[in-house]
């Protein structure tokens, strides 16, 4: 009888002392996630807002002062969305992870690679991107993303400057 409230104690204070765990590669946030990329590199920008929360901050290459909102973040993927085509975004299974924080905060990180192909010029791009977001009852409330835009704007400035000069010659001519 000793034995059994002795091993019992042992099993109490072995499973009062384990934490959740703080790390998965799997949960429906991480769904969510891959869903919203998924609606972004379709072209289905509006499919978007479901996972967001109503007032959810995007912070896209910016610092926390300069948050956007759901429908900027939007207009701003539709204006630029007709200058490329064959949009995709690729992220593998090891590259998202879903962690909670020692507050209690719920993030999902991914890293991956935009790629698509400039319509005007035929140019192709592929560039890498690291995109958290934070989750707050099943939706996001915070989205940070940073990747590099200076190969794409420079090829664009680059393609604008060769069709001015072609404009230019022909007007000569």
Known sequence: MKITIQMLILVLLMTACQQPSKYTQQSPEIEA?????????????????????????????????????????????????????????TVEEDAIEMVTTDKG?????????????????????????????????????????????APIMMAMMEYEESQKAAMDSTLID
């Open 33 to 89: 996630a891959k869903a919203l990329l998924q609606a972004s590199a379709s072209g289905d920008f509006e499919a978007q807002r479901e996972f967001y929360a109503e007032n959810a901050q995007i912070f896209y290459n910016v610092t926390e002062d300069k948050p956007s909102t759901i429908d900027e973040m939007i207009e701003q993927q539709q204006s630029e969305g007709d200058q490329f085509s064959n949009v995709k975004i």
């Open 105 to 149: 905060e719920t993030w999902v990180n991914c890293w991956g690679e935009w790629s698509a192909t400039h319509t005007a010029s035929g140019k192709t791009f592929i560039v890498p991107f690291h995109e958290t977001f934070q989750f707050e009852n099943g939706k996001i409330i915070k989205d940070f993303g940073y990747w590099d835009n």
